[in-house]
Each structure stands twice: as structure tokens, then as C-alpha cells.
């Protein structure tokens, strides 16, 4: 079983930056990917972000590349979602996720292959 609890949400003025944690336990993660998605009011969930947890390789959607930085710290089974440069449409529930590996690209990108998720960290960003 895997646990998954996210930090770090608030209300933030366009144009500020925010940092959201994902501290992970329950099993080991070094066959892992993690995942950030979101979900606005009225929209579906969305992918943000993903990281495989041996490789370090990551993946971002294209709404946030060059903006949003995801890391991990596989000593504190933690996982990172530096967010600058925030938008008012980056308002939404950030959730956590995390998924065996290894993955495709796509994979990576698709909650269906989600198996693990936190109940979410509000992100509000105003104008």
C-alpha cells in the first residue's frame, strides 16, 4: 500500500511561484513514477507534471514547461513541484500520484495508470 499526502497549497498573486510536497510511504518507490495532476472547477483532471523515480527523468505538460519544475529527494521519499510564474489559470486541486514503473512517455502522462493518489492541495491563483 502506498501513501500519499500533499503540502504546500495557498492562494498566491499571478505571476508569484509556489512550491507543492508529496511526501510518499507505505512501499518503496525505486520502481515508481510520480505524478502531479490537476483538476480546475468544471474541468476534468489534467496531467502536470510526472517523474520517474530511478531514472529521474521527467515530463510536463505543455501548459507548464518552462514554469513548473518536478524533483525528488529519494531521501525523504518526497517529491516536489516548484510552480513560478503562476497564472490564474493554474487554479485548481493539485493532486499527487504515483504509479509502478518503468512507463512509456505516454504512460507517464496518463492517470488511468495511476494506481495511488493524495486527496489534494488547493491552488489559487489571482489576478
Known amino acids: 500500500q502506498v501513501q500519499l499526502v500533499e503540502s504546500g497549497g495557498g492562494l498566491v498573486q499571478a505571476g508569484g511561484s509556489l512550491r507543492l510536497s508529496c511526501a510518499a510511504s507505505?512501499?518503496?518507490?525505486?520502481?515508481?513514477?510520480l505524478g502531479w495532476f490537476r483538476q480546475a472547477p468544471g474541468k476534468e483532471r489534467e496531467f502536470v507534471a510526472a517523474?520517474?523515480?530511478?531514472?529521474?527523468?521527467?515530463y510536463y505538460a505543455d501548459s507548464v514547461k518552462g514554469r513548473f519544475t518536478i524533483s525528488r529527494d529519494n531521501a525523504k521519499n518526497t517529491v516536489y513541484l516548484q510552480m513560478n510564474s503562476l497564472k490564474p489559470e493554474d487554479t485548481a486541486v493539485y493532486y499527487c500520484?504515483?504509479?509502478?514503473?518503468?512507463?512509456?512517455?505516454?504512460?507517464?502522462?496518463?492517470?488511468?495508470?495511476?494506481?495511488?493518489w493524495g486527496q489534494g492541495t488547493q491552488v489559487t491563483v489571482s489576478s
Open positions: 517523474i520517474s523515480w530511478i531514472s529521474g527523468n521527467t
Open positions: 507505505g512501499r518503496t518507490f525505486t520502481r515508481y513514477g
Open positions: 500520484a504515483a504509479r509502478p514503473g518503468p512507463a512509456t512517455a505516454q504512460d507517464m502522462g496518463a492517470q488511468r495508470t495511476y494506481g495511488y
